[in-house]
């Protein structure tokens, strides 16, 4: 399937297909670019390319590029922010998945496994806990247990809702109040993966509170600092989107006023938490890519 995925992409030709391998391309490593540009494969995920009836993802364009920069057997680098024996906490790089899914896709929690496997030189599999997610677009720092134990007390933390977590979104438009608390109940469609306001009482709604203040603006865009109070699918792409700011490259709950290809800008900035072990408060941060939009927005994302 690969194969005829990339031939449809970049012709069928062998001159093509020395394009694509690092072992027959000239110049050496640091000319390993395809001759047609990049622009080309973005521009075939903004279109829904289809190949076969698998959407291309942009994880799988990712991970063409990387393979032809650094071999076929390359694995996904891992940014870690902070390990000890009981906990990792590292920053997820965007568009991929946090845990294995229908996809294929390769995701954080197989790579960081695999990346504790081979710096430690561990037989067999290992264990890491999944404490929490976020959205498969959405990038930033997250913790993984390294111990049964540490992933009880820290899941039962998610629970209390005693895990402190900060985000930087950069949304469409300028809100009317610098500081705002959003209550609403939310109601997922599993099958089109949706998430909808609705009323209390609907079966299956949860409610969701997150508490927004507005940092900057820039034009038509508008740096947000959201702390989640509550953990929905999607949650903060939803109720912005639903007070009619919509996070900028969102194409689920923003497809309206955004782009095919624009990358969400809706970042895990921070993440405090007690110790599962030592008992005492820590706390992560990680910041976004100095990129559009947040380039905008770079003197207050410090």
Not at 3 to 23: T, V
Not at 115 to 137: A, F, S
Not at 156 to 172: M, N, Q, S, T
Request: aromatic share 8%.
């Amino acid at each position: 399937m690969a194969n005829r995925q990339l031939e449809r992409i970049w012709g069928d030709s062998e001159a093509n297909k020395d394009e694509l391998h690092p072992c027959r391309a000239q110049g050496g490593r640091d000319q390993l670019r395809p001759a047609r540009p990049e622009s080309v494969l973005m521009e075939t995920i903004a279109a829904g390319y289809r190949s076969g009836d698998k959407l291309l993802s942009s994880t799988y364009i990712a991970h063409i590029f990387y393979v032809m920069e650094y071999g076929k057997d390359a694995k996904m680098k891992i940014e870690i922010i902070y390990e000890d024996n009981h906990i990792i906490v590292v920053e997820k790089p965007v568009n991929i998945p946090v845990q294995e899914d229908r996809t294929g896709d390769l995701d954080l929690l197989s790579a960081v496994k695999e990346d504790i496997k081979i710096r430690y030189n561990k037989p067999g599999n290992v264990y890491l806990g999944l404490i929490h997610r976020l959205d498969r677009p959405v990038g930033g720092v997250m913790v993984f247990a390294k111990t049964s134990k540490a992933a009880s007390r820290l899941s039962d933390a998610v629970r209390r809702h005693a895990f402190d977590k900060e985000y930087a979104a950069v949304v469409r438009g300028k809100p009317v109040y610098p500081r705002s608390r959003l209550e609403d109940f939310l109601v997922k469609d599993k099958q089109e993966n949706q998430v909808y306001v609705t009323e209390e009482g609907v079966e299956g709604a949860k409610k969701a509170i997150l508490e927004y203040e507005l940092l900057a603006s820039s034009g038509d865009l508008s740096l947000l600092s959201v702390n989640l109070l509550t953990g929905r699918p999607h949650q903060i792409r939803v109720q912005l989107a639903n007070i009619g700011f919509p996070i900028f490259g969102d194409q689920k709950y923003g497809s309206s006023v955004n782009k095919p290809g624009q990358q969400i800008a809706l970042w895990a900035g921070q993440l405090g938490f007690q110790h599962p072990v030592k008992k005492e408060p820590v706390s992560f941060k990680s910041f976004p890519p100095k990129e559009e939009p947040w380039k905008q927005f770079s003197a207050y994302l410090k």
